[in-house]
């Protein structure tokens, strides 16, 4: 084929025309002249607000005027265009001919032999490659997940079973203050941290002690409780204080909701429901477990502090976790 | 093959009008559902047995008399007890004030006390027995408790909000409305029924020139959003308890102290872990900011959160784009 | 010599073709690309009108909007949940201890002109983009457009709301803010709730024990930037082009079979509805958020792990799983050594995992009940498969429900109920209501399918009595309303005769067009 025969035919050949007062390409309005009208109008107001828009961002008006004003025109300029679409551009209808998607089937013969006898090629005759790069090619997929995943972060460990508290360890509340035997009043609430975790001077709270040491400490009575909150526990709650680990044992969330009178706490998140006398076992809702306990006691000076380490895991369940 | 074209008709009410009025009844409904009204008024019972008795404690000193503070923290200072605050003031035996620079309590005048007899035995004596102690004439425990040794604040708090008398004795919580009494009638009968076994906290008088809405706002998340909700709109608690709103502007400062201080129904007792200075900071946070919240980005919802923001999005975003879209197209 | 120059202009005029300067830059772009033939098929390619085909320009545009708040938002936020005290426009958080993150957000919201009104749009833009999805997904799904050829389109529609809701999750995750925070601590729970895998998940991904070293921050904001915007954007494009190659299904009418597609050419009428549409799409975002606030995180502080809001939804699309939370019974395994939360791993790792296993998997479902293993270009009316319909009114009412039992505690508050006792409700609830909707619609179904002409006008008929005492009717002719003028759908034209005075006017088309010219390269 010569150089000539392969281009493309430049000639220009006469093509149908379609004439402009045929139905299909007219306006679908029935008065276009009106709609004409109507829409220029609508666009000189996007005009408008629009550029009210640049004035508003200018003076640095507020929020509500620049979003008023952007929103406005830009909604008469789309409307404007829109309606111009719908009522005075050719309709139609239209048609167009679907062609069929699917190949002939000797063009997918053709392709499915290409893929079965030629790799059946390959492997009949260097099966032994074959193998040995698929092993290689199988090891390498997964060696590369290693990075991808295990430099992430560190092991979990026993880091999710331990918190801060250990044996003398004083409560203290938000401002690094000690609690004392008075503090609280029967009915009384508060939220505590280990001291240490609680800078006093500036305010600051460690990450450990607001998401894992956190503790919610209830004045119940004046007393210490009778009947313990569970078996064994009848030291725990000298002068009717009750301390329970924050973390609620459905999702973690705090469980700083307390209602004096029905002596409950309730988790914020999904309504849980613990009973502060028996010891924060769920009465209702989602949450599997009781709250941890703290063993209460007196140091020399006379604040509150943990007996123990909280003889649990705090917080929610996980696959490791040992009761 | 035939065509169809439908031409534009008065179809437009049925097209555009009908689902836009739908819509538009649908937003307002759920509008409504969040626009801060009234309180939930629950249904249910009273168990007065329930309630944690405090027992008392009674100090006697020649200059204030004797006086229960079984109400308050003994050992953090300024923190509502007036023995370990920076001012008191006793006369004749009686309490008159204590408190420091941020909130001072002071007693009802003791010339209150014979109108407040009056008024308790026409309003309050039929609920609380005559002499304000739970006990009927006949030895049975009335419908409402002992109200011996409360204290002036705790009166003051539930005449004043409107709680007392009770509109519904059977409801598991009263609800704040609108008050009968005047707020002197409240505190004759502070004054009376504190007479009879005076007590404290005494009736608030919070100072807030100098109080700091940024701790409050630190100490409110921490001590409060828990139950008030962040942005204050209240929520309802367990067993039809609930907290209520505290962007009603009716809520005063004074009665945001009371209740941190007497811990009315089923909110907790801020004692000695509140200063009377941090009292002030949440109560100068709610009054200034939770009743009138900074919104700058425009309607707030009631400060209710994704619920309605989620309502807001799907009828009012999506349904109106939808809309639009109802009438770019054709109905087949 | 002006004779000449006017000769010499007319001449180059002349040389350029009847096309001008546009058939020039056609033929020039043409000699590199070949773009004309292809060029002329897309113009010409025919859109049906009908209005439920234009719910998946609803999510596109909003993404769009989405993509430039985001760039926007990107260049302020500060990816970081440093410590540091907070000295702003705020006032109530003055000297408060708040990250980074949250600083930059407030400081956008407050400091930077126009960021407040971005911001929401951003948001706004978001919970639109996920409820467009949906009801997009809805109307694929209840007219059986997702049959073959069409099932790939589906499975990627459906990653696509995959990605998209949890991109809103990481996004409003962000700013750090206690209501979000509580949330990002929920996220981790569940995650750790996860057997085997669980405890490791959540230390590599957050760094440690909740909170971690602070890199879940900066991780959630290259993911929410760039990772999933990019993979969305493949997406779409596949999408659409998958669509622009099987060309869009349409209902059965006059005019319309299998094989062809009715309706207006792309250029211009749909690029003008499309663009105009587009605008309003931007338009409603930014009235959103010029006039409803979203998120005014500087009412809720920073995020302290040992502060909780009440009333703490999260953002629409993650309600259902919620909801799901709040009504699980408390079933958890402990034995053994170990503990496996049922009453977490249930509503929110293994329900949600079925309903999107489900979602995907439905074309092939279908497929293997019915037996249809036809190409299919039309699409149904839902009522004609009563079957589909139910189960999909079905699974819409338990979300609804769902959706419903993630604000107990605002129900219980507004109609004045236990939040007990709605609770309660809301745990039989979600077994019944998704059964009856499903029965009930399945029931209207058949019954619409066997009542002619729903919808459709009535006509008053005259009804005559005879001499003898026969009763006969006659109908009311036509109202010119209800007339349909009937146009045969045409191709559309190569050429259209933009000058028809020149033509004598007769409006006939022509055959012969003007302006030829004859030109052999």
Partial sequence: MSDEERQPSRTRVPMPVAALSDPHMGDAAKHPARVEKIIAVIFLLAIVFLALFGAAYWQNWRAWELGGTIGVGLF????????????????????????????????????????????????????????????????????AVFPLLRSLGPLPGDSLDVTDWRKGTVLVDSSGRPVRKDTLVVGGIMTVYPQGTVNPQ??????????????????????????????????????????????????????????????????????????????????????PRPLPQMHLGYNEQGYLIAMAPYDQAVGPGFYERTT | MRGVRTPLRGSFRTQFLLPAGLLVVAVMASFAMFIPGADAGASGHADTAQVPSIPNKHVTTRACGTLNVKGVTGTTRNAGNPFNSSNRFCLNGHLVSYGSRYITYTNPPQSLISAGQLLFAQTCSSCHGNDANGVNPDGTATIGPNLQGVGAATVDFWVSTGRMPAADVKAVEAERRATRLTPLQALELAAWVNSLDPAVPAVPYPHLATADQSAGQDLFSLNCAACHTITGSGDALAFGTNAPSLQNRSVTAQQAVEAMRTGPANMPRFSGNLTDHQVADIVSYVTGRLEHPDNPGGVGLGGVGPVAEGFVALLIGVGGLVLICFWIGERS | MSATAATTKRSAKAAMGPFGQVGKIVDELDDRLGVAKGGRVFLDKIFPDHWSFMLGEISLYSFVVLLATGIFLSLYFVPSTQQVIYHGSYRPLDGQWVSEAFKSTVSISFDVRGGLLVRQMHHWGADIFTGSIIVHMARIFFTGAFRKPRELNWIIGTTML?????????????????????????????????????????????????????????????????????????????????????????????????????????????????????????????????????????????????????????????????????????????????????????????????????ALMWPALERKVTGDDELHNLLDRPRDRPKRTAAGAAMFALLFTLFGASSTDVLANFFHISLNEVLWFFRIAVIVIPIVAGLVTYQLCREMQGVHGIGKRKRPVIVQRSVQGEYTTVPTPPRPDDMHTELDPEPVPVRIDIEPLSNGGTGEPESSPTGVRQVTR
Wanted: net charge negative; proline share 7%.
């Fill in chain 1, 76 to 143: 008469l300029l789309g409307f404007g265009l829109t309606a111009w679409g719908k009522y005075l551009m050719p309709q139609g209808p239209f048609v167009e001919e679907r062609h069929t998607l699917a190949s002939t089937s000797e063009e997918r013969d053709s392709m499915a032999a290409a893929l079965v006898e030629r790799s059946a090629v390959v492997v009949k005759r260097r099966k032994m490659l074959g193998g040995l790069f698929a092993l290689g090619a199988g090891i390498f997929g997964i060696v």
């Fill in chain 1, 202 to 287: 500036t305010g600051f709270i460690t990450d450990r002690g607001q998401a894992v040491d956190q503790t919610v400490l209830i004045r119940v009575s004046d007393q210490p409780l009778v009947p313990p909150t569970m078996p064994g526990r009848e030291d725990w709650t000298p002068d009717g204080y009750v301390a329970y680990s924050k973390l609620c044992t459905h999702l973690g969330c705090p469980v700083g909701l307390y209602e004096q009178e029905l002596e409950l706490l309730v988790c914020p998140c999904h309504q849980s429901m613990f009973n502060v006398r028996n010891g924060a076992v769920p009465q209702f809702g989602p949450a």
């Fill in chain 3, 162 to 358: 995959i990605l998209a809701i949890l991109e809103g999750f990481i996004g409003y995750s962000l700013p750090d803010d206690l209501i979000s925070g509580t949330g990002l601590r929920i996220g981790y729970s569940i995650a750790e709730s996860i057997p085997f895998v669980g405890s490791y998940l959540v230390t590599f991904l957050w760094g440690g024990q909740f909170p971690g070293t602070g890199i879940i921050i900066p991780r959630f904001f290259i993911i929410h930037v760039l990772i999933i915007p990019l993979v969305l954007l493949g997406l779409v494009s596949v999408h659409l082009g998958l669509l622009v190659r099987q060309k869009h299904t349409q209902f059965a009418g006059e005019g319309r079979t299998e094989h062809n597609v009715v309706g207006s050419p792309m250029f211009p009428t749909f690029m003008a509805k499309t663009t105009g549409f587009l605008f309003m799409v931007t338009a409603a975002t930014a009235l959103l958020g010029a006039f409803v606030q979203i998120n005014p995180i500087w009412q809720f502080g920073s995020y302290d792990a040992s502060k909780i809001s009440y009333a703490v939804q999260p953002d629409w699309y993650m309600g259902w799983l919620d909801g799901a939370l709040r009504i699980m019974p408390s079933w958890e395994f402990a034995g053994w050594g170990h503990t496996i939360p049922f009453e977490v791993l249930l509503p929110a790792v293994v329900f949600p995992g079925l309903i999107f296993t489900i």
